[in-house]
């Protein structure tokens, strides 16, 4: 068993011509069909959407007694030759001449059965769902866009930077943050005021899962200019929604010398170049998404890849939603922030593609976005999709000291608690931007699923880590 000499099933099933050549596969039972002197069965290995099949034909009695223990879900080893196949849907077939059940797979427990299961369910089996088409083409998806998202960058000079996941500071001061400690629950130390003291914690401080990579990555883009993380964020969302996990990925770009517009370009270029990608690259997996999943999804992305995104202000967002005539569970009005119904709207009903919004209220934003002339705006930037409304939120920053030290001031935070991100602004400040991209929400506009935990091999969400 020397996984560099087995051909995968996919090479096998990509043969135009095949010559009777001797072949060996090894996968896992899909379905397996017994006839008069005849055996049927499907094998897949996860390399594509597509089972091989593998007939046995007269089998002598040592091989029959083999066969028998195929079964739905088994490990197996077959040798045989490639045949072009009868069937329809496929162009070659196995003609076993030998088998081996490497693991059996009891079928009355075996867990995965022919019958289209419900994704609550695969939940629960999470150990065994990539097993199936869904979640096995979830995960090329994911793998793919992976692959892109650093060609993407790689191809255009942007270095990888590695932030940290534990981290002292809470990037927006905007809480959902996950606890670090070493202290023991049951009887921490207790400082004089009352208070859990963690000036006796492992960091000497309170540490945090990071929610974003952002000011970390700001350093570096300070330094090499052009840098991009992708890595594991944490947030402890109350919120038991289709589109937030507890963790998730994210991709977090960020360009010294780039403006808002330079940000805007980098943000419709890099979501073009990866669906475009990922339609070329996984275009079997891609069309199962589009029949099985979201009908016309396929056609929807090709539109997105070629037509330039639309672009406003939040002034005309909120002008188009107030116009509209369209009672939302949320009323809007200037000052108010976009809920996702509203994006939803923005995208699907009024521009019917995607919309990147920029110049919001300061108050509904981040300190560290940078203050326009108005005084009242912010150069933020949120790119909205049909079907999931935000996919992208970035900004250019607040590069004026004094600026940025009375952001934070107004917003509740304290200065020495950034006193390193305030001396970027100190020395050798730049004009920068960049965004951040949850992974899994540009998966689920990729591919159609309806819920994030889908789209993650083991999901973390609220009362949910199993696995
Ligand atoms: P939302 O309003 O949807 O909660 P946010 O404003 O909190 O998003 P940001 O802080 O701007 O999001 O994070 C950047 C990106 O990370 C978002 O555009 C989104 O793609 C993704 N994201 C944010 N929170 C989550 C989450 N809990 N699970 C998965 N992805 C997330
Ligand atoms: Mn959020």
Same mark, same amino acid.
């Given at each position: ?6 051909? @995968? ?39 594509? %959407? ?24 088994? $490990?197996?080893? /077959? ?5 072009? $196949? ?9 003609? *076993? ?17 022919? +019958? ?12 065994? =769902? ?25 191809? =255009? ?17 905007? *809480?959902? %943050? ?21 000036? @006796? ?25 052009? !840098? ?26 960020? &360009? ?17 170049? !990866?669906?475009?990608? %990922? ?26 890849? #070629? ?16 116009? $509209? ?6 009323? &809007? ?14 995208? #699907?009903?009024?521009?019917? *593609?995607?919309?990147? &919004? ?11 976005? +940078?203050?326009?002339?108005? *005084? +009242?705006? /912010? ?44 001396? %970027?602004? @100190?020395?050798? $400040? ?29 999901? @973390?969400?609220?009362?949910?880590? #199993?696995?």
């Amino acid at each position: 068993m020397n996984p560099a000499q087995s051909i @995968r099933i996919r090479d096998l099933l990509a043969t135009q011509q095949p010559t009777a050549q001797l072949v060996t596969a090894q996968g896992w039972v899909r379905t397996k069909r017994d006839a008069k002197h005849l055996c049927f069965f499907e094998v897949n290995d996860g390399s594509s %959407l597509s089972n091989i099949q593998v007939v046995f034909e007269n089998p002598e009695d040592a091989i029959a007694a083999e066969l028998a223990r195929v079964q739905t879900g088994a $490990s197996v080893w /077959v040798t045989g030759t490639l045949e072009p $196949s009868p069937a329809k849907g496929q162009n070659v077939e196995i003609h *076993g001449t030998a088998v081996e059940v490497i693991g059996e797979a009891p079928a009355d427990s075996y867990p995965l059965q022919k +019958k289209r299961h419900s994704f609550e369910y695969l939940r629960e089996i999470a150990h065994l =769902r990539p097993r199936t088409n869904t979640f096995g083409a979830v995960a090329r998806v994911r793998n793919r866009l992976s692959f892109a998202i650093h060609r993407f960058f790689q191809e =255009r000079d942007f270095f990888y930077v590695h932030t940290p996941i534990i981290t002292a500071s809470d990037a927006e001061g905007a *809480g959902e %943050l996950f606890r670090v400690t070493t202290l023991p629950a049951d009887n921490p130390p207790i400082a004089e005021d009352g208070s859990v003291d963690f000036r @006796r914690d492992f960091f000497g401080k309170p540490a945090f899962l990071t929610v974003s990579g952002q000011l970390n990555a700001e350093i570096y883009a300070c330094a090499l200019e052009r !840098v991009y993380t992708f890595g594991p964020t944490f947030r402890a969302e109350n919120s038991n929604t289709t589109r937030h996990l507890a963790e998730f990925w994210m991709i977090e770009p960020e &360009v010294a010398f780039c403006d808002i517009d330079g940000n805007m370009d980098l943000a419709e270029d890099f979501l073009k170049f !990866v669906l475009r990608d %990922l339609l070329s690259g996984c275009a079997e997996d891609m069309a199962f998404f589009d029949t099985r999943i979201q009908t016309g999804l396929i056609e929807t992305l090709q539109k997105v890849v #070629e037509s330039p995104f639309r672009r406003i202000t939040y002034t005309e967002a909120v002008e188009a939603l107030t116009s $509209s005539g369209r009672t939302f569970e949320f009323p &809007v009005s200037w000052g108010s922030d976009l809920q996702s119904e509203h994006e939803k709207f923005l995208t #699907e009903e009024v521009y019917g *593609g995607p919309v990147i &919004v920029t110049g919001y209220p300061k108050e509904i934003k981040a300190f560290y976005m +940078k203050l326009n002339d108005d *005084g +009242k705006t /912010v150069r933020g930037m949120d790119v909205l999709v049909p079907r999931l409304g935000e996919i992208i939120g970035g900004s250019e920053r607040e590069a004026d000291l004094a600026t940025l030290e009375r952001r934070i001031d107004e917003s509740g935070l304290h200065r020495e608690d950034y006193w390193w991100y305030l001396d %970027l602004r @100190r020395y050798g $400040s730049v004009p920068h931007s960049g965004f951040g991209l949850g992974f899994e929400r540009l998966i689920q506009y990729a591919t159609g699923m309806q819920n994030i935990r889908d789209v993650i091999p083991f999901p @973390r969400a609220v009362k949910s880590a #199993e696995f």
